[in-house]
């Protein structure tokens, strides 16, 4: 089976300091590894995903993410948080051996302070 | 990639009655799945739309609560049937080309109340 966790609900940061929101995954095949943001009253926004390669992924808005297969995460980072980030943030996993089915973690909600 | 529209965006519905939620796609996709989010929690998967066959139920979820139509690659409907306050969420579809690498692109979602 597989599972994805967030174990943080929310992250509080100031504008320009760096932003981290954590993943761990746990998938029995090859993980596929995705980031979304959903802003209030808005669907879920792709962001990034991690396939195969390079274990550092850039996206969108300026984030990027570092896939660390030893520690199975995968967190997502900004290096200058913008008050506009302030969001909700799902990781998800895919099982590269089990399907189309993506699991999602619980979230982390993301607030920038001017 | 795919530009997804659902309706309605949001409702209210009464206790009982059944509503059924459009999804649309500017582009033929091979899998379309249906997803609820309850209020301040992540997405469950409800069902993997099937074109031509009955869709896939993920467990907890079942045909005669959430009946699914998908009558060809660019649509396809979600009904919440005999509603109780329990159904309020947000119902999200969700498309992609089928292959394990593809991203999941997702609609604006719709935003039911139920009293």
């Known amino acids: 089976a597989q599972s994805v966790a967030q174990p943080e609900d929310q992250v509080n940061v100031a504008e320009g300091n760096p932003l981290t929101v954590k993943c761990t995954y746990s998938?029995?095949?090859?993980?596929?590894l995705f980031w979304y943001v959903q802003y209030p009253n808005r669907g879920l926004q792709f962001l990034l995903k991690?396939?195969?390669?390079?274990?550092l992924v850039k996206g969108s808005y300026g984030f990027e993410a570092e896939f660390n297969k030893s520690q199975t995460s995968f967190h997502l980072k900004k290096p200058s948080a913008l008050v506009s980030d302030s969001a909700l943030y799902f990781c998800?996993?895919?099982?590269?051996?089990?399907?189309?089915?993506?699991?999602f973690g619980g979230g982390t909600r993301v607030l920038v302070k001017p | 990639s795919a530009v997804i529209s659902q309706k309605p965006s949001r409702d209210i519905c009464q206790r009982g009655t059944s509503l059924t939620i459009q999804c649309q796609v500017d582009?033929?996709?091979?899998?379309m799945f249906w997803y609820r989010q309850q209020p301040g929690q992540s997405l469950t998967l409800i069902a993997t739309?099937?074109?031509?066959?009955?869709?896939?139920?993920e467990s907890g979820f079942v045909i005669d609560k959430f009946p699914i139509s998908r009558p060809n690659l660019t649509f396809s409907t979600l009904t919440v049937s005999n509603m109780s306050p329990e159904d309020s969420s947000i119902y999200l579809c969700?498309?992609?080309?089928?292959?394990?690498?593809?991203?999941?692109?997702f609609g604006p979602g719709t935003r039911l109340t139920v009293l």
């Open positions: 739309a099937n074109q031509g066959s009955e869709a896939t139920y």
């Open positions: 998800a996993v895919r099982d590269g051996a089990a399907g189309n089915k993506l699991t």
């Open positions: 582009s033929q996709v091979t899998m």
């Open positions: 969700s498309v992609s080309q089928g292959f394990s690498t593809d991203t999941q692109y």
């Open positions: 998938v029995s095949g090859n993980p596929y």
């Open positions: 991690y396939i195969t390669g390079d274990n």
